[in-house]
């Protein structure tokens, strides 16, 4: 106890680093650098702009569905639909975007809007999301296969010029990546309606007594998933030549573990949209160096979930000395 | 009719009864009466799956929220093929298929609990993430090869009396007693008190832990039983067997009138939404509907019916 008064500025730093907060705080970027250091000590032409822009380029659809799911996870719900609506924005994509462009956005539009009025329904009928989103998964799925039977399409070429754009020394996915972190950060972490949003996860009647519709604030993070899982489905075929109804299936699943990766508790509220970009582009990673490992793909899947599991471990380890 | 909505309302598995018949009334309209009876008979037959897991998932949904079991379809995967590798398509070794299809089954059971338990991370995570481990084990142990069940096991798993396939007629008793089971034993009505509140449970002496533990366990054994059975209905075990059990068994859970945010649990429930499902694939089948079209309506279907059987109050 007596040392602790006697703190100089240089203990006070060390104390800093073992604060379980940061330390959690840190632990996503920290499993990212941890992957990334390990794909480059087994191949160090990985680590060059053309190397990452390989390993990454799948990075930005995965990212955008993560940080719709993210906004669900915010007010306390899950979307179990988020993977077939990505697949089914990539159908009408391919459908309407290089004939009728102007049609294909109101469709898109007409999508955003019934993601929020999902979220509407779940409200005024208290009904569990869970339920909901699977029922709406179908219906998402249905759609598409209705639109695109077998694969095809045609993709814009404005599109898959952007995804295949080269800027100058930092790749596009890492750009990308980033600006998707920055944008959700300062619509959720920074606005003064974020955090009410968020507020609405923590403690609903709280939120509600002081006079914000809980209602509006649920339709809002259902419209802002579903417009984010537009562009996650446009990104999409813009790196694909054809799309089709399941080209998104696995999403769904990857979504919710790039949230959780990023730190994201499951209640409460509590959300870091820079931190699930970082869960995102650390389970893309991850199929990179099973590939550089030479293991085979059967247990890249496997490989996801044992990265989870890893990570959530140490989160249970540092919470154990929060707990101290 | 306000005795009857009543009435209903006391009894949501009810909903899931009449849905099944109307809907299969709607189609033998359709057909003028042909082919009712075998339909039936399908519908027993693929609804036994849907059950067997079904039940597994009820019991651990009734936990409380957060408890859900992802894994099921990996297991099913994994579980038919460590079956049917082990029977290698000889009578003789059908008894140990069958207990190594548990066996896998408790294994996964086993790690889902353990990560529950030492990492206390919510259920759902904790499945999710095992469940992509068990899928790359079922790859790469089944190396996508397909084999064929034994003679003895196929004709067990597809045999009629009376046009009442024998599966089910064992699923109907296996349900039975897990009704008895969650109605009756202390293990059900501890699942019960822990769903409802955690710690008031905790403090009246229910054994939380335990419970969980064996919640979990059986909800995957069930999981790799079905993985073998399917398999062997199926004339062999598939990668992708068990991809439509994660929808189905929660689907089955809620509509049977089962509370999604715990505490409340209902068996009879599980038959009657496993029946509806079935029969309303076949309707719109024999309507002439698409994949699409079918998949839509079965959708808006799932959700018409859990807005109808109305949301569960808040628990707070």
Redesign the interface.
């Known amino acids: 106890m007596t040392d602790s008064v006697l703190s100089s500025p240089l203990r006070d730093r060390i104390d800093m680093l073992r604060d379980p907060r940061l330390l959690r705080r840190a632990l996503p970027a920290v499993s990212l650098a941890a992957i990334l250091i390990a794909i480059f000590l087994i191949n160090d032409r990985a680590m060059s702009y053309r190397g990452l822009d390989l390993m990454l380029k799948y990075a930005v659809p995965i990212a955008f569905a993560t940080i719709a799911q993210m906004f669900i996870l915010t007010v306390n719900d899950l979307d179990l639909s988020i993977g077939a609506f990505v697949g089914l924005v990539a159908c009408i994509a391919g459908t309407w975007l290089v004939d009728q462009p102007v049609l294909c956005v109101l469709i898109l539009a007409g999508c955003v809007a019934s993601y929020a009025a999902v979220g509407a329904l779940i409200h005024v009928r208290r009904l569990p999301s869970i339920v909901v989103t699977l029922g709406m998964s179908f219906v998402w799925l249905g759609i598409a296969v209705i639109l695109m039977p077998t694969p095809g399409g045609t993709v814009p070429e404005w599109l898959k010029g952007l995804m295949s754009w080269k800027p100058p020394l930092i790749p596009f996915p890492i750009v990308a990546c980033a600006a998707i972190a920055l944008v959700a950060h300062v619509l959720l972490m920074e606005s003064s309606y974020g955090a009410v949003l968020r507020g609405a996860g923590g403690n609903a009647t709280a939120i509600d007594r002081a006079g914000w519709s809980l209602l509006r604030i649920r339709m809002s993070m259902y419209a802002l998933a579903g417009f984010f899982g537009v562009l996650s489905g446009l990104s999409l075929i813009g790196l694909t030549t054809s799309p089709d109804a399941h080209i998104a299936d696995r999403y769904t699943l990857l979504s919710i573990a790039g949230v959780i990766l990023g730190g994201g508790e499951f209640v409460g509220g509590r959300v870091s949209p820079i931190g699930a970009v970082i869960g995102a582009v650390t389970l893309t990673l991850t199929g990179s160096f099973l590939i550089f490992m030479r293991i085979s793909p059967d247990w890249q899947i496997g490989a996801q979930g044992a990265v989870l599991i890893v990570v959530l471990a140490l989160r249970a380890l540092i919470k154990l000395r929060e707990g101290r | 009719m306000r005795a009857l909505a009543a009435r209903i309302g006391n009894k949501p598995w009810l909903l899931s009864f009449a849905g099944a018949l109307a809907v299969w009334l709607a189609t033998i309209l359709f057909t003028e009466g042909k082919g009712g009876g075998q339909i039936i008979t399908a519908a027993l037959a693929f609804s036994t799956f849907t059950v067997i897991v079904g039940i597994g998932q009820m019991f651990v949904i009734t936990t409380g929220p ?1 408890n ?1 079991d ?1 894994s099921i379809p990996s297991t099913i995967a994994l579980a038919g093929g460590v079956a049917m590798k082990i029977m290698g398509g000889q009578d003789g070794l059908i008894w140990l298929g069958l207990l190594a299809c548990i066996g896998a089954g408790l294994a996964v059971g086993t790690f889902n609990y353990i ?1 529950i338990r ?5 259920p ?2 904790a499945t ?6 068990v ?3 079922a ?2 142990y089944g190396r996508g090869l397909q084999i064929k069940p034994p003679p003895s096991f196929a004709d067990f798993t597809t045999a009629q009396v009376a046009g009442v396939p024998m599966l089910s007629l064992c699923a109907i008793l296996f349900a039975m007693i897990m009704a008895v089971i969650l109605e009756r034993t202390v293990y059900g009505r501890a699942t019960l008190a822990i769903g409802q509140n955690m710690r008031a449970a905790h403090l009246a002496g229910v054994k939380v832990e335990r419970t969980r533990c064996i919640t979990y366990l059986m909800s995957a054994a069930f999981a790799g039983l079905c993985g073998a059975l399917l398999a062997g209905f199926s004339g062999g075990n598939a990668l992708n067997m068990g991809e439509e059990y994660l ?1 189905a068994t ?2 089955v859970v ?1 509509i049977g009138g089962t509370s ?2 715990g505490g409340r649990a209902n068996v009879p429930g599980i038959w009657g939404a496993a029946l509806f499902l079935y029969l309303l694939v076949t309707m719109l089948n024999t309507y002439g509907a ?11 279907i ?2 018409a019916m ?2 109808l059987a ?5 628990s707070r």
Request: no cysteine; net charge positive.
């Open positions: 957060g859900v992802l990560l030492l990492l206390k991370i919510p759902i995570i999710l993430s095992s469940s992509l481990i899928m790359s084990v790859i790469s929808l929660i689907a809620v999604v945010a698409s994949a699409g079209v079918r998949l839509v309506l079965t959708g808006l799932i959700i859990i807005t109305g949301g569960d109050k808040p």
